[in-house]
Antibody, heavy 114, light 111 residues
Framework: EVRLVESGGGLVQSGGSLRLSCAAS????????MIWVRQAPGRGLECASV???????NYLHSVKGRFTISRDTSKNMLFLQINSLRVEDTAVYYC????????WGQGTTVTVSS | VVMTQSPLSLPVTLGQPASISCWSS???????????LNWFQQRPGQSPGRLIY???SRDSGVPDRFSGSGSGTDFTLKISRVEAEDVGTYYC?????????FGQGTRLEIK
């Protein structure tokens, strides 16, 4: 069964850092596009970062320079390092497989206080 | 690419059809000839789940009352007969070019 399980969210002060993790099972993380999608409270969905199978990355303009997406193929995991957190980064962060979003995790909640 | 959905709220009587429109600010036809337009359902308190990919291909396990259509910049998700389990918010997603972008969402409720 293909599955994604996120962890690492929490309550952090503005300016702080967090590292989100996503454990994948049923497939290999470097075989497909992997995306972090976020959903602010009561808001819609936003693609924050993508890691392509070849290893290159891309970021939403508003997070560039603060977010870093990476993977560990030995552990079959995806990560999102978030630095210089802002109140507007408060959201549920989902780990998603594929550019077409065929598999989603349950999400991990990041809350940034001022 | 800006994705615009309509309506944002959709009250529907059980057993009646429903239709959600999604427009893109530019063509979603990629250089390989494919159109990367997808539809998702997010039930209350749950993660989104994909219903439709590449405009009109239905995911395994998705009831055939759901269908997708469209081309270029104009797309539609249709539910032939709404059931109670269809309550939730529906999003379109373009993955033709980064940043991949979602529509604002359409909240479907039962009248």
């Amino acid at each position: 069964e293909v599955r994604l399980v996120e962890s690492g969210g929490g309550l952090v002060q503005s300016g702080g850092s967090l590292r989100l993790s996503c454990a994948a099972s049923g497939f290999i993380v470097d075989s497909d596009y992997m995306i972090w999608v976020r959903q602010a409270p009561g808001r819609g969905l936003e693609c924050a970062s993508v890691l392509y199978p070849g290893g290159s990355t891309n970021y939403l303009h508003s997070v560039k320079g603060r977010f870093t997406i990476s993977r560990d193929t030995s552990k079959n995991m995806l990560f999102l390092q978030i630095n210089s957190l802002r109140v507007e980064d408060t959201a549920v962060y989902y780990c998603v497989r594929g550019y077409d979003g065929d598999v989603w995790g349950q999400g991990t909640t990041v809350t940034v206080s001022s | 690419v800006v994705m615009t959905q309509s309506p944002l709220s959709l009250p529907v009587t059980l057993g009646q059809p429903a239709s959600i429109s999604c427009w893109s600010s530019q063509s979603l036809v990629y250089s390989d000839g494919n159109t990367y337009l997808n539809w998702f359902q997010q039930r209350p308190g749950q993660s989104p789940g994909r219903l439709i990919y590449n405009v009109s291909s239905r995911d395994s396990g998705v009831p055939d009352r759901f269908s997708g259509s469209g081309s270029g910049t104009d797309f539609t998700l249709k539910i032939s007969r709404v059931e109670a389990e269809d309550v939730g918010t529906y999003y379109c997603l373009q993955s033709t070019g980064w940043p991949y972008t979602f529509g604002q969402g359409t909240r479907l409720e039962i009248k």
